[in-house]
Each structure stands twice: as structure tokens, then as C-alpha cells.
């Protein structure tokens, strides 16, 4: 019996601040895909140029040292492809190629497109931007992904993306499926609170990052909200609706049980809730923080992981590239 294997494809951009959302929600996730499927992991600079076009020594600096928290998360470069996005220049390429046959109304209803806008102002409203999720499907496409593990923020661009795709081939195809219809993968942990109860994010300043200091981590704990009307220790709480609850499900899913009853009785405060808590997620991204520490004084291993990832990434490329161009009778 042959077992099927996945070509799983996601990318992350170099922007920073990779945090424990990230760690439990997205590169646990990558790492297993690292033994179950063909992964291939992306660099994405060219997609964080879409917002951060002003600020190219960002994304320049994090490229790195985003590398490196992913290998310390555990995702293997010997059984992954790490790959730099600008240097498979097949994906621009692509691009262009697939501009051709995008109606223009396909990207403006890309619920990212307006939201975005709104969020960040419209000096990011240029060309690049709003064709943003057909560089997405590049990527995918570029490297024959068939798996896409994203956020449920996502979605529409993979829709959008297969759309893409079923256009091309039966533009194009003569009844091949010369791109593949990718499908998404929707992570298991889809959300992660912050500290403040909204979803775990860096622009919302409410996350723990895996690169905190251990103190860091210590103080962000106790600035955490709890249940609103559990005010003192003694109040029954509710384990359901507090955020330090939430993340104890990731750190130490042993403790649930025994937490939630102390906190509903009364018996457990919060403060010391936040404390015992600190200490264990201290416990638990110790070792991931020390890979880390490790990582980021041996750049030049890094810089070959990339170096080497990008050079299959290339050759998977230019293939796909091959076979579209053919298609197109170009
Ligand atoms: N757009 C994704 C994000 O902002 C990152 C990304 C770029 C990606 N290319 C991708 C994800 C390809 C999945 C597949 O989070």
C-alpha cells in the first residue's frame, strides 16, 4: 500500500515578534508536518514588503532571526525545505504570468484587501498590496502545494487562490490540471489569547514572545486579565472565560482539571493562579529559548539552511514554470 504524501506548503512573513500563539498554534504544527508530509516552509519578505514596503531594514534583519525561531520550535531543516520567497524569482514570474487572467474585481473582494486599508491606511493601497493573495497562490502553486496549514484569517485567500487555479486549467489546461487546487488546513488551535483577552497577536501588544526574557514572560503573566468578577481569592470563578485558564490547555493540560475546581470553589486566587502559572510556561519555552539562544550565535548554519532550501525550492520552481509556459504557448 502506498501512502499518500502531502506537499504542504505555508509561509510565514519576516515582520518579528514570533510568539507562543505562534509556537503552539502554527510551528508544532509545521514541525510534525516535518515527518508527515513533504513540507516546504517560506521566507515570505516579498509578502511583507506588501505593508512594510517603508521599512526595508526590517524585514531584512528578521529574516534570520525568524529562521531561528523556527528551528528552535523543532521544525527540521533535514526534513524540510527553508526557502527564501524574493530568491525563488519563479514566484514573481508566475505572478505576472497569472496577473493576466485575474479579474481585478476577484482581489477587491478579498475581505483582507478593504479590512487592512481600513486598519493601516491607505498609503498601503498600491498595486502589490492588492494583488497580494495571488502572490499567495504563487507561492503555493509555484511549488505544487496540495496542503495549506493557515489561520482562519486565511481562507478567503486559498478560495481565492483555487479560483485561480480552475481558471488557469480550463483556460489553459486542454483537460490537464497542469496548477494544483490547493486546500487549507485549518490549525487545531485556531486562538490563542493574550494577555488582555483578545486574540494573541503583536500588533495588538498583548503577546508572550518566545524571545522574553524568563522575567519578561513573569511580568506579562501577571498583567494578564482574569474573570472580571472574581476580585479575591475566595470569589468562585469562572475557569471558562479567563485567558491564564486558556493557556494553562498548552502548558500543562495535567493541571486543567485540578484548576478549574480550585478556581470555582474559591480556593485558588488569581495572583497565585498567575504565579504557579509563569513559573510552568517559564518551564515550558526554556528549552526552546535555549535552541534559540543557541541558533542565533551560529548564523552562518542558518544562512546555509536558507541558502540550501532555496536552491530545491528553485528547482521544484522552475519546473512548475516550465510547464506553465508551455501552457500558455509562450
Ligand atoms: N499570507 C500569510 C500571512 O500573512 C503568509 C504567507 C505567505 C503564506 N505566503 C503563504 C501562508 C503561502 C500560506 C501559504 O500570514
Redesign the pocket.
Known amino acids: 500500500m502506498t501512502v499518500e504524501r502531502h506537499r504542504v506548503?505555508?509561509?510565514?512573513?519576516p515582520t518579528g515578534g514570533l510568539h507562543l500563539g505562534h509556537l503552539v498554534g502554527v510551528l508544532t504544527q509545521w514541525e510534525s508536518y516535518c515527518e508527515s508530509a513533504d513540507a516546504f516552509f517560506?521566507i515570505?519578505d516579498l509578502?511583507a514588503y506588501t505593508t512594510g514596503f517603508m521599512d526595508p531594514r526590517a524585514i531584512r534583519d528578521e529574516r534570520e532571526e525568524m529562521v531561528a525561531v523556527w528551528l528552535a520550535a523543532g521544525v527540521d531543516p533535514q526534513r524540510s525545505t527553508i526557502y527564501l520567497?524574493s530568491a525563488v524569482t519563479e514566484i514573481a514570474e508566475l505572478q505576472t504570468l497569472l496577473s493576466m487572467i485575474v479579474p481585478v474585481s476577484w482581489l477587491e473582494r478579498v475581505p483582507t484587501y478593504k479590512g487592512q486599508i481600513e486598519a493601516l491606511g491607505s498609503e498601503i493601497a498600491t498595486y502589490g498590496f492588492l494583488g497580494?493573495p495571488l502572490?499567495?497562490l504563487c507561492?503555493?502553486a509555484v511549488m505544487r502545494?496540495d496542503r495549506?496549514?493557515?489561520?482562519r484569517?486565511?481562507l478567503a485567500?486559498l478560495e481565492f487562490g483555487r479560483e485561480v487555479v480552475r481558471r488557469f486549467n480550463y483556460l489553459y489546461g486542454d483537460g490537464a490540471q497542469v496548477l494544483v487546487e490547493p486546500q487549507a488546513t485549518l490549525s487545531q488551535f485556531a486562538e490563542v489569547p493574550g494577555t488582555d483577552g483578545r486574540k494573541m497577536s503583536k500588533s495588538y501588544d498583548n503577546a508572550i514572545l518566545i524571545a522574553d526574557d524568563e522575567e519578561t514572560t513573569t511580568r506579562k503573566v501577571r498583567s494578564m486579565i482574569t474573570d472580571p468578577r472574581k476580585i479575591r481569592r475566595g470569589d468562585p470563578g469562572r475557569p471558562e472565560i479567563c485567558p491564564v485558564f486558556s493557556l494553562w490547555k498548552f502548558v500543562n493540560p495535567l493541571r486543567l482539571d485540578g484548576i478549574a475546581a480550585a478556581c470555582r470553589s474559591g480556593e485558588l486566587g488569581c495572583v497565585a493562579d498567575k504565579t504557579d502559572f509563569a513559573e510552568q510556561l517559564n518551564v515550558y519555552l526554556r528549552p526552546v529559548r535555549e535552541r534559540l539562544a543557541a541558533y542565533r550565535t551560529d548564523r552562518p548554519f542558518v544562512e546555509d539552511v536558507i541558502a540550501r532550501g532555496t536552491e530545491r525550492a528553485r528547482d521544484v520552481a522552475r519546473g512548475v514554470l516550465r510547464d506553465v509556459k508551455r501552457a500558455m504557448k509562450l
Open positions: 506548503m505555508s509561509g510565514m512573513r517560506e515570505a509578502h520567497q497580494y502572490l499567495q507561492d503555493i502545494g495549506v496549514p493557515v489561520g484569517d486565511q485567500h
